[in-house]
């Protein structure tokens, strides 16, 4: 079965930042690579 290829969007000019920055990583830490290419 063929990977399907997704984007993770994060970061950003605001008091959020570092809260993005985290909440991408863990969002890459936790997805099925088995399933999803990650770009």
Same mark, same amino acid.
Do not use: P
């Given at each position: 079965?063929?990977? /399907?290829?997704?984007? @993770?969007?994060? &970061? &950003?000019? !605001? $008091?959020?930042?570092?809260? !993005? /920055?985290? #909440? $991408?990583?863990? @969002? *890459?830490? $936790? @997805?099925?690579? #088995?399933?999803?290419? *990650? *770009?």
């Amino acid at each position: 079965m063929e990977k /399907l290829r997704v984007g @993770i969007v994060f &970061g &950003g000019k !605001s $008091a959020e930042h570092e809260v !993005s /920055l985290q #909440s $991408a990583k863990n @969002i *890459v830490d $936790a @997805i099925d690579k #088995s399933r999803f290419d *990650v *770009v």
